[in-house]
Each structure stands twice: as structure tokens, then as C-alpha cells.
């Protein structure tokens, strides 16, 4: 396992940006496929998008697809979610995960390693 840090949630406009990072510690991370999940007031915890160890595939729910970019830096042991053309649906603590498993398993959010989540909020 490794330990998970987000940060860079915050509140901002409709049409907006926000980048969110995820530390990872530990060298496993550069073998991880790695997600990103959120969890909107009164709903249940929903995958938002994936990367493989590589960066070499990515998956994003139909929402956010064309309008999030899910990166990772190997060096930095760091995972990106760049949020662009926010709405208010958007709003939501955001969660990154990962596991030494296939994309499909990460998106499926049965894994042990989480972080304690970055609020996000979309409001004029």
C-alpha cells in the first residue's frame, strides 16, 4: 500500500479551472495504476478517472470526459487531475486511489489505498 495526500481543491466559478494533486509515498507508486473517485453531498462515491502505471492509458467518466486530463509525474510520485470548464454538478470531495491492478480494477473502487479527499466547490 501507499499513502495518499490530495490538495488542490478549493472553490471556484462556473467555467473555471482547479488542478488537484495526489503525493504518493513509497517507491510503489511508479507501479500503481492510479484513479481519482468523488463524492458529491447525498450520493454515493462515483469514479471520475484513471491513468496506468505509465501514463500510457487513461479512462474518464462520460461527464467529465473532454473536460478533466488525469497525469501523473513518476518522478514526483504525484498524480494530477486537471479540472477545466467546472460546473456545479462538478462539486464534490475528490478522492485519489490506486493499486498495482488493471485499469478496469481501479475505476471498480474495490481498493485499500485512499486519500482523505479535497473538497471541491462550483458556485458563482
Known amino acids: 500500500q501507499v499513502r495518499l495526500v490530495e490538495s488542490g481543491g478549493g472553490l471556484v466559478q462556473p467555467g473555471g479551472s482547479l488542478r488537484l494533486s495526489c503525493v504518493a509515498s513509497?517507491?510503489?507508486?511508479?507501479?500503481?495504476?492510479m484513479g481519482w473517485f468523488r463524492r458529491a453531498p447525498g450520493k454515493e462515491r462515483e469514479f471520475v478517472a484513471a491513468?496506468?502505471?505509465?501514463?500510457?492509458?487513461?479512462s474518464y467518466m462520460n461527464s467529465v470526459r473532454g473536460r478533466f486530463i488525469i497525469s501523473r509525474d513518476n518522478t514526483k510520485n504525484t498524480l494530477y487531475l486537471q479540472m477545466n470548464s467546472l460546473k456545479p454538478e462538478d462539486t464534490a470531495v475528490y478522492y485519489c486511489?490506486?493499486?498495482?491492478?488493471?485499469?478496469?480494477?481501479?475505476?471498480?473502487?474495490?481498493?485499500?489505498?485512499w486519500g482523505q479527499g479535497t473538497q471541491v466547490t462550483v458556485s458563482p
Open positions: 486511489t490506486g493499486a498495482p491492478v488493471p485499469i478496469p480494477a481501479i475505476a471498480s473502487g474495490r481498493l485499500d489505498s
Open positions: 513509497g517507491r510503489a507508486f511508479t507501479t500503481y495504476s
Open positions: 491513468i496506468s502505471w505509465n501514463g500510457g492509458s487513461v
